[in-house]
């Protein structure tokens, strides 16, 4: 009832959905009834929610650190303690100052000092803490290295750093952090310093990539730490994976010599500019920098009344308290692990079935057992990993977490984050794995589909079956299909680099690409403000592609599902509503937001949330169906990507589809995208 109530009140019947359908049904969204917005703040809410009510009966080991955490942590954080504990943590820095400030940083100096920001602070100029699978065959029974990806600056949004009207934003942010850190500077000191460490950002920003971040897996390396010492001779490897097995008290060789101990790199040479330019900065400006970088940490966990501060170093126990305040009982987290499992299993079959009987994968023998192997051995997480509601296994993952009644905020502070940093070192805690999360994920290197149970908030095995499939379905098959898309194929079923897709497959494939690259190039729209809206073609090519192929998928899996003719609550302006209809409804309803129009500055590769509807329907012909939209509508382009992708005559599937699911299938393989 809440799903027809909510989707009822967003349509506007003065608009034709034939015409615009995005306006038709995301009438009038708001920032708090925007979808991505709803999703996330419940989460935020519930998690809220628990802390503030406090320990209940029953709550094990674990869930009482995780309130003594929190309480102790609120009675400490005054202003006073706040700012002994800033004092704290960036006069470690004080003995390393130069003499002579021309000086620059050695490499054993900046492995060590990496190394202690990542343990305490979570960043680094190099990287992001992070244990993960080799890709690379060669380094297959090793199991777990350190990953190098992207350094974040000061500003989450790189991109902010390509718009020079917010230079002065970000300058004044780095004034006002460092004079907390140093309150002898003069006014234009202070000015001086904060234009030199933007200035440092910026280089690094230059040298960060402008490419969908998918597109990044091509160049993805492997090296020993010996290998590394020669590739990157200015920064001291060894001493980094020394140091931060010592600063996190982890084993982290496990018997490995140090020498042959693996590292991931997601960027090589991007990871070598950025230690060009580290090398060639002077000494106490980079150790100034970093102490503004320790101020913007302090501050994000400990701003937020203490609630950041928990649930982020205990991220186990604040996801073990979403799962059983959601579910409660075993019972009730079996049906809905169970039937969750179910939907996305036919998705997944769903996908096998459209791209399958593409004519250039199935006549392709080499194409085909890669695409089979693939889709065949996808493994699933379905709401969280199995033992995340297990009371006894958590108590024991946290028997190392010790407060005393004395701690000072300072030395709650560096407990937390060691145990954090100790917890993603020897894998108990996996960063992208958080369940709270509300999107689904496409794991590459261990060929899984990961659909948490934050995303599956807009999912119940009471709901509709129309609206399940149009909204997470859609999302789920969108993921799918990353896994077959350009940077999917060069990956293997066992989640290895090793491209299957043969080449004159791949001459199809990039043909379809190609076409879906220039489709989007043509669209012209105008935001409300009469803006024209500009999409990048290539920059979103991945992204569309999904669309596409995941809008196909779901809706072959809604047809397929026995129960897809559901019947639902007949609110107002769903009356006469039929279940296709509903679909397609539900699947707007996921990208209604008033963020509809924009587009997005700081993940470029997706097209605005009203074009990615309106691309994908109108060259999708069960919609123009579903809405009896005329041959003259929008949604009947003349020129349409599947007629590239296999030569498909438009009569052959308006024949085809009709109300069997198996029909439907047929045609929309034929349509496919990819
Ligand atoms: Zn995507």
Same mark, same amino acid.
């Given at each position: 009832?809440?799903?027809?109530?909510?989707?009822?009140?967003?349509?506007?019947?003065?608009v034709?959905?034939?015409?615009?359908? #995005?306006g038709? %049904?995301?009438?009038?969204?708001?920032?708090?009834?925007?979808?991505?917005?709803?999703?996330?703040?419940?989460?935020q809410?519930?998690?809220?929610?628990?802390l503030?009510?406090?320990?209940?009966f029953?709550?094990?080991?674990?869930?009482?650190?995780?309130?003594?955490?929190?309480?102790?942590?609120?009675?400490?954080?005054?202003?006073?303690?706040f700012?002994?504990?800033?004092?704290?943590?960036?006069?470690?820095?004080d003995?390393?100052?130069?003499?002579?400030?021309?000086?620059?940083?050695?490499?054993?100096?900046?492995?060590?000092?990496?190394? #202690?920001?990542?343990?305490?602070?979570?960043?680094?100029?190099?990287?992001?803490?992070?244990?993960?699978?080799?890709?690379?065959?060669?380094?297959?029974?090793?199991?777990?290295?350190?990953?190098?990806?992207?350094?974040?600056?000061?500003?989450?949004?790189?991109?902010?750093?390509?718009?020079?009207?917010?230079?002065?934003?970000i300058k004044?942010?780095?004034r006002?952090?460092?004079?907390l850190?140093?309150?002898?500077?003069?006014?234009?000191?202070l000015?001086?310093?904060?234009?030199?460490?933007?200035?440092?950002?910026?280089?690094?920003v230059?040298?960060?990539?402008?490419?969908p971040?998918?597109?990044?897996?091509?160049v993805?390396?492997?090296?020993?730490?010996?290998?590394?010492?020669?590739?990157?001779?200015?920064?001291?490897?060894g001493?980094?994976?020394?140091s931060?097995?010592?600063?996190?008290?982890?084993?982290?060789?496990?018997?490995?010599?140090?020498?042959?101990?693996p590292?991931?790199?997601?960027?090589?040479?991007r990871?070598?500019?950025?230690?060009?330019?580290?090398?060639n900065?002077?000494?106490?400006?980079?150790?100034?920098?970093?102490?503004?970088?320790?101020? !913007?940490?302090l501050?994000?966990? !400990?701003?937020?009344?203490?609630e950041?501060?928990?649930?982020?170093?205990?991220?186990?126990? +604040?996801?073990?308290?979403?799962?059983?305040? %959601?579910?409660?009982?075993?019972?009730e987290?079996?049906?809905?692990?169970?039937?969750?499992?179910?939907?996305?299993?036919?998705?997944?079959a769903?996908?096998?079935?459209?791209?399958?009987?593409?004519?250039?994968?199935?006549?392709?023998? +080499?194409?085909?057992?890669?695409?089979?192997?693939?889709?065949?051995?996808?493994?699933? !997480?379905?709401?969280?990993?199995?033992g !995340?509601?297990?009371?006894?296994?958590?108590?024991?993952?946290?028997?190392?977490?010790?407060?005393s009644?004395?701690?000072?905020?300072?030395?709650?502070?560096a407990?937390?984050?060691?145990?954090?940093? +100790?917890?993603?070192?020897d894998?108990?805690?996996?960063?992208?794995?958080d369940?709270?999360?509300?999107?689904?994920?496409?794991d590459f290197f261990?060929?899984?589909?990961?659909?948490?149970? *934050?995303?599956?908030?807009t #999912?119940?095995?009471?709901?509709?079956?129309?609206?399940?499939? *149009?909204?997470?379905g859609?999302?789920? @098959?969108?993921?799918?299909?990353?896994?077959?898309?350009?940077?999917?194929?060069?990956?293997?079923?066992?989640?290895?680099?090793?491209?299957?897709?043969?080449n004159?497959?791949?001459?199809?494939?990039?043909?379809?690409?190609?076409?879906?690259?220039?489709?989007?190039?043509?669209?012209?729209?105008?935001?409300?403000?009469?803006?024209?809206?500009?999409?990048?073609?290539?920059?979103?090519? @991945?992204?569309n592609?999904?669309d596409?192929g995941?809008?196909r998928?779901?809706?072959?899996?809604?047809?397929?599902?026995?129960?897809?003719?559901?019947?639902?609550?007949?609110?107002?302006?769903?009356?006469?509503?039929?279940?296709?209809?509903?679909f397609?409804?539900?699947?707007?309803?996921?990208?209604?937001?008033?963020?509809?129009?924009?587009v %997005?500055?700081?993940?470029?590769?997706?097209?605005?949330?009203?074009?990615?509807?309106?691309g994908?329907?109108?060259?999708?012909?069960p919609?123009?169906?579903?809405?009896?939209?005329p041959?003259?509508?929008?949604?009947?382009?003349?020129?349409?990507?599947?007629?590239?992708?296999?030569?498909?005559? +438009?009569s052959?599937?308006?024949?085809?589809v009709?109300s069997?699911?198996?029909?439907?299938?047929?045609?929309?393989?034929?349509?496919?995208?990819?």
């Open positions: 009832m809440q799903f027809s109530a909510d989707i009822d009140q967003r349509i506007n019947e003065n034709d959905p034939c015409d615009d359908f #995005y038709y %049904s995301c009438f009038n969204p708001t920032a708090e009834n925007g979808t991505s917005s709803l999703l996330a703040s419940s989460i809410k519930q998690i809220q929610n628990r503030k009510a406090g320990l209940q029953g709550d094990g080991e674990a869930v009482k650190k995780y309130f003594d955490l929190y309480n102790k942590c609120k009675a400490l954080n005054t202003e006073k303690n700012k002994q504990t800033l004092m704290d943590y960036v006069h470690v820095f003995a390393l100052k130069a003499d002579d400030y021309n000086q620059k940083i050695d490499s054993s100096q900046l492995a060590k000092i990496m190394a #202690y920001t990542l343990v305490y602070h979570d960043f680094s100029m190099i990287s992001w803490l992070d244990k993960t699978k080799c890709p690379h065959k060669r380094f297959s029974d090793f199991g777990h290295l350190l990953a190098f990806e992207a350094p974040h600056v000061l500003s989450h949004y790189i991109d902010d750093y390509r718009h020079p009207e917010k230079a002065d934003g004044n942010a780095f006002e952090r460092y004079a850190v140093d309150s002898t500077l003069e006014a234009g000191d000015t001086k310093t904060a234009s030199e460490m933007y200035d440092l950002e910026m280089k690094i230059n040298v960060m990539p402008t490419l971040i998918a597109s990044q897996i091509k993805v390396q492997t090296l020993t730490v010996k290998e590394a010492m020669t590739a990157l001779p200015k920064f001291n490897w001493i980094f994976v020394t931060l097995a010592a600063y996190g008290e982890v084993d982290l060789l496990n018997g490995t010599n140090l020498d042959d101990y590292l991931m790199f997601d960027e090589l040479n990871t070598k500019a950025i230690l060009d330019i580290i090398s900065t002077p000494a106490e400006l980079f150790r100034n920098y970093i102490k503004t970088r320790i101020v !913007l940490h501050k994000t966990v !400990l701003q937020n009344d203490c950041a501060l928990t649930t982020s170093t205990l991220p186990l126990v +604040k996801q073990y308290l979403y799962i059983t305040d %959601s579910y409660p009982t075993a019972a987290r079996n049906n809905f692990k169970n039937s969750a499992t179910k939907t996305v299993d036919n998705i997944i769903s996908v096998r079935k459209m791209l399958e009987a593409i004519p250039w994968i199935k006549n392709d023998s +080499k194409t085909y057992a890669g695409f089979t192997a693939k889709i065949d051995k996808m493994k699933k !997480l379905i709401g969280y990993p199995d !995340l509601d297990d009371q006894t296994k958590l108590d024991q993952l946290h028997a190392d977490f010790v407060l009644a004395d701690e000072s905020l300072s030395s709650l502070f407990k937390c984050s060691k145990f954090l940093a +100790k917890s993603l070192l894998d108990r805690v996996k960063r992208m794995l369940v709270t999360y509300s999107f689904p994920q496409n261990s060929n899984r589909i990961v659909v948490p149970m *934050g995303a599956l908030q #999912y119940s095995p009471n709901y509709v079956t129309a609206a399940i499939y *149009g909204g997470i859609a999302v789920i @098959g969108h993921e799918i299909m990353h896994g077959f898309d350009d940077s999917g194929f060069q990956v293997d079923s066992d989640g290895y680099i090793n491209p299957w897709m043969s004159s497959s791949q001459v199809h494939f990039n043909s379809m690409v190609q076409c879906v690259i220039d489709e989007y190039n043509t669209f012209d729209f105008t935001d409300s403000k009469g803006k024209a809206i500009k999409i990048n073609g290539i920059l979103t090519a @991945g992204e592609v999904a596409h995941g809008l998928a779901a809706y072959n899996a809604f047809l397929g599902d026995p129960e897809w003719n559901r019947t639902f609550p007949r609110t107002l302006k769903l009356k006469n509503t039929t279940n296709e209809q509903l397609f409804l539900a699947y707007n309803r996921g990208f209604c937001d008033p963020y509809g129009d924009a %997005s500055a700081a993940f470029d590769m997706y097209s605005p949330k009203r074009v990615r509807v309106f994908t329907l109108r060259e999708f012909e919609f123009r169906k579903a809405f009896n939209c041959d003259t509508s929008k949604y009947a382009p003349e020129k349409q990507c599947w007629h590239a992708a296999s030569g498909a005559q +438009k052959d599937v308006y024949s085809v009709s069997i699911a198996a029909s439907i299938l047929l045609s929309v393989f034929l349509i496919l995208i990819v």
